[in-house]
């Protein structure tokens, strides 16, 4: 297994730490039968629920926060408390983001790879867009 998968009494498992959907599942199911064959669960049939992708991607620029955070709403940056700015959009209102200063993005909380991948196109895209009516200012 790449990742690791967290059991708990409530029977509920947690994967982590894979690289795709099927990757998540087959460590899940290889959790399952291998405590199957201790005896510590009896065998059923799964019922996988991805419930949060997250994305690492970069800008390939580095931003002045504090300017992106006056121009865009929805964005909270202080840096007193921690490095990046976190934002949430109304397109996206489940997924957050958070933005560092070197062009490095966290985007979490999407339910799929495919529409992570969307939503990532879409915050980079934001960000792209404000960084040049920044600079165009």
């Given at each position: 297994m790449k990742g690791k998968v967290s059991v708990f009494a409530s029977g509920k498992l947690i994967s982590v730490g894979t690289r795709s959907e099927e990757e998540a599942k087959r460590n899940i199911a290889t959790a399952c039968q291998l405590l199957d064959e201790v005896g510590l669960i009896e065998s059923k049939k799964l019922r996988v629920k991805i419930q949060n992708i997250v994305i690492l991607a970069q800008l390939g620029t580095e931003l002045d926060?504090?300017?992106?955070?006056?121009?865009?709403?929805?964005?909270?940056?202080?840096?007193?408390?921690?490095?990046?700015?976190?934002?949430?959009t109304d397109k996206y209102p489940t997924v957050t983001s958070i933005v560092f200063s070197s062009g490095k993005l966290v985007?979490?909380?999407?339910k799929?790879?495919?529409?992570?991948?969307?939503i990532a196109r879409y915050i980079?895209?934001?960000?792209?867009e404000n960084?040049?009516?920044?600079?165009?200012?």
């Open positions: 926060l504090e300017i992106i955070a006056k121009k865009l709403s929805h964005i909270i940056y202080e840096p007193e408390q921690f490095p990046g700015a976190i934002l949430r985007i979490a909380g999407a799929s790879a495919a529409s992570a991948k969307v980079i895209q934001l960000l792209k960084l040049s009516a920044i600079l165009d200012a």
